[in-house]
């Protein structure tokens, strides 16, 4: 299976910030996801990120607030803009190698 | 984004008992389900999946069982450990979705000695 690895692990950022989060996989995968995940709760899917094409992204979700960049097949990122309180979660990246799909460890953000 | 239902939400069992978790889907074109477990601080990680062409899967304590005709399928964890406590996740996508994997609410697992 791809390993991911995604960092920064645990960020706390002032609001109205912007925070980049990055994964790089060790293998190519064709597409790479984007979830958010809140403490104690299940995953949701913010976007699919694809190389040469814009992101798409799921309802409640929106380009400008989470911009994805897919810049070559092992590689992704997720910033999060103009962040919030509420903006405080979890987020986590996965990618589909030969053995499933793999998840980064993601990235627990505090906005304060 | 819920088309994933996933019961129940925590579960305690007596080491070396079987947990089960039973999940169910609506959208038909679903075509690849995985179970996820999660501990504390870490990504998810692939436990085991099944395709609908299959009614049973089985790798190692844990089997998958698949009903297509019902829209279900359930994780049992024979001979559970304390290690197995977790957060599992069942999980489904399709091709005709961009296979992106969408996610049960999880049941939180308590394997006690």
């Known amino acids: 299976s791809a390993v991911i690895s995604q960092k920064p692990s645990r960020d706390i950022c002032q609001r109205g910030t912007s925070l980049t989060i990055q994964c790089q996989v060790d293998?190519?995968?064709?597409?790479m996801f984007w979830y958010r995940q809140q403490p104690g709760q299940s995953l949701t899917l913010i976007a699919t990120?694809?190389?040469?094409?814009?992101?798409?992204?799921e309802s409640g979700f929106v380009i400008d607030k989470f911009p994805i960049s897919r810049p070559n097949l092992t590689f992704s990122t997720l910033t999060v803009s103009n962040m919030s309180p509420e903006d405080s979660s979890i987020y986590l990246c996965s990618g589909q190698g030969s053995g499933g799909y793999t998840f980064g460890s993601g990235t627990r953000l505090t906005v304060v | 984004q819920q088309q994933v239902k996933q019961s129940p939400q925590s579960l305690i069992v007596q080491k070396g008992g079987i947990s089960i978790i039973n999940c169910a889907y609506e959208?038909?074109?679903?075509?690849?389900f995985p179970w996820y477990q999660q501990f504390p601080g870490k990504g998810p990680a692939l436990l085991i999946a099944i395709r609908p062409d299959v009614s049973e899967k089985k790798e190692g304590r844990f089997t998958i069982s698949f009903n297509k005709s019902a829209k279900q399928f359930s994780l049992h964890i024979m001979d559970s450990q304390p290690g197995d406590s977790a957060t599992y996740f069942c999980?489904?996508?399709?091709?005709?979705?961009?296979?992106?994997?969408?996610f049960g609410p999880g049941t939180s697992l308590s394997v006690i000695p």
């Open positions: 959208n038909t074109a679903f075509d690849y």
């Open positions: 999980a489904a996508s399709s091709k005709t979705s961009y296979d992106k994997v969408i």
């Open positions: 990120a694809n190389q040469g094409s814009e992101a798409t992204y």
């Open positions: 293998s190519q995968v064709t597409m």
